[in-house]
């Protein structure tokens, strides 16, 4: 009798006391958030070390970055073959004090094997990160939600919408993918083109693989939008944007509207608060904007009608 006279005034108590402790101290939330990732490439060891301080002064031209980064160490990482070279503790450190002498701060890494995270964490407090986007063994069921979303978004029949998609997937069942980057196999003059009819929305992200894309509306922000070709969008482009992802350099994008937070083609991309920072052409925000790459610097024009 007594116990339960207890336990009733104590849950009387909590009630009472959750307003209060919802609205103090820390609350915690979920939240999407555009961190540019770097990916170590081809890398060979000089007398048996990693040279990750030259690496960065040889790499950082094409950056145009600061703040946080992610690192996606796959190509570093134990992949059970006996010539592979997995990255040490020592060569990860340098790496790290490396980028944050160019004002870059990692905050994690992606793609790692279990042991380059556990040493990554023992010995750095570097966590790992998982990566949003899915690996082949979901990639259909998870191309299918999206589609079918967004064309949902578009036409707002959902019956429709599937048959469109069912039509799609039959025709080119790799044509669209969130899985992680593939190289393109053709030129942008020879590639069909994927077409989103409406918007793509915050945390949604469409891949047109070894296709152009067409977003006949907008790209939200904290959305992004992937081709393998060209990128169209005939509405705003607040979100990323990133064109010819297997080193198609001649891939370009265009925007109808642009205030984009991220461009990429091929591997040279940058982001709005760096087109603030430094000199990058003709472009004026909120205007018809054409970006594409030569000799190896992005290059911006936008064009502002006449009265």
């Given at each position: 009798m007594v116990l339960a006279h207890v336990r009733q005034r104590a849950q009387q108590t909590m009630a009472m006391a959750a307003p209060a402790m919802a609205n103090a101290g820390i609350q915690v939330l979920g939240g999407a958030y555009l961190i540019p990732t770097l990916r170590l490439n081809g890398l060979t060891r000089t007398d048996g070390e990693y040279d990750m301080r030259r690496l960065v002064e040889q790499s950082r031209m094409n950056w145009n970055l600061r703040g946080p980064v992610v690192l996606d160490l796959g190509s570093v990482s134990s992949n059970g073959?006996?010539?592979?070279?997995?990255?040490?503790?020592?060569?990860?450190?340098?790496?790290?004090?490396?980028?944050?002498?160019?004002?870059?701060?990692?905050?994690?890494?992606?793609?790692?094997?279990?042991?380059?995270?556990?040493?990554?964490?023992?010995?750095?407090?570097?966590?790992?990160?998982?990566?949003?986007?899915?690996?082949?063994?979901?990639?259909?069921?998870?191309?299918?939600?999206?589609?079918?979303?967004?064309?949902?978004?578009?036409?707002?029949?959902?019956?429709?919408?599937?048959?469109?998609?069912?039509?799609?997937?039959?025709?080119?069942?790799?044509?669209?993918?969130?899985?992680?980057?593939?190289?393109?196999?053709?030129?942008?003059?020879?590639?069909?083109?994927?077409?989103?009819?409406?918007?793509?929305?915050?945390?949604?992200?469409?891949?047109?693989?070894?296709?152009?894309?067409?977003?006949?509306?907008?790209?939200?922000?904290?959305?992004?939008?992937?081709?393998d070709g060209d990128i169209h969008v005939y509405g705003t482009l607040k979100g990323r944007a990133l064109a010819g992802i297997g080193g198609n350099v001649r891939a370009k994008v265009y925007a109808h509207k642009f205030d984009a937070e991220l461009i990429s083609i091929a591997d040279t991309f940058t982001t709005c608060d760096a087109l603030e920072a430094r000199e990058v052409g003709h472009i004026v925000s909120d205007k018809p904007t054409v970006v594409w790459l030569e000799d190896g610097a992005l290059q911006f024009k936008s064009v502002v009608p006449g009265p």
């Open positions: 073959s006996p010539h592979n070279t997995p990255i040490r503790a020592s060569e990860l450190r340098s790496l790290i004090y490396a980028l944050r002498g160019e004002n870059l701060h990692p905050i994690g890494i992606t793609n790692a094997s279990e042991d380059i995270k556990a040493m990554a964490w023992k010995n750095l407090q570097v966590p790992s990160i998982i990566g949003t986007r899915m690996d082949d063994e979901g990639e259909g069921e998870m191309t299918r939600v999206a589609m079918n979303q967004l064309m949902e978004d578009a036409i707002g029949n959902v019956e429709a919408a599937q048959a469109i998609i069912d039509e799609r997937l039959d025709e080119a069942p790799q044509s669209v993918s969130e899985s992680s980057t593939v190289p393109a196999t053709k030129e942008p003059s020879v590639m069909s083109m994927m077409l989103v009819e409406g918007s793509v929305r915050t945390g949604q992200q469409v891949y047109a693989k070894e296709q152009g894309l067409i977003v006949m509306g907008s790209v939200n922000s904290g959305a992004e939008v992937l081709a």
